[in-house]
Nanobody, 124 residues
């Protein structure tokens, strides 16, 4: 069982930056692929980025590539999402998720555990 708690959301102007954090419980954090997803009002929950257990491989949605960076600190059981050059279309609730499977994929159904989400609002 993994419990995830996100933080760091807020209101920012277009072009600004935010850093999201996700703190995980448990002693096997490095065994999990960690992902970030987001859900805008009235829309599906979409993949944003994932990072493998060792941190050696990262993968991004095209919409955030070059602007967002995912990273993790396994000693602190935490995964981060650095978001730069934010746009109004980045406005959403951002969710952290953990995937205990052997394959890292950008598919929502592959993730077993989810946080409660943190709101990110980008004003124009």
């Amino acid at each position: 069982q993994v419990q995830l708690v996100e933080s760091g959301g807020g209101l920012v102007q277009a072009g600004g930056s935010l850093r999201l954090s996700c703190a995980a419980s448990g002693r096997t954090f490095s065994n999990y692929v960690m992902g970030w997803f987001r859900q805008a009002p009235g829309k599906e929950r979409d993949f944003v980025a994932y990072i493998t257990g060792s941190g050696g491989i990262t993968y991004y949605a095209d919409s955030v590539k070059g602007r967002f960076t995912i990273s993790r600190d396994n000693a602190k059981n935490t995964v981060f999402l650095q978001m730069n050059s934010l746009k109004p279309e980045d406005t959403a609730v951002y969710y952290c998720a953990a995937n205990s499977g052997l394959v890292a994929v950008p598919t929502r159904s592959a993730y077993d555990y989810w946080g409660q989400g943190t709101q990110v609002t980008v004003s124009s």
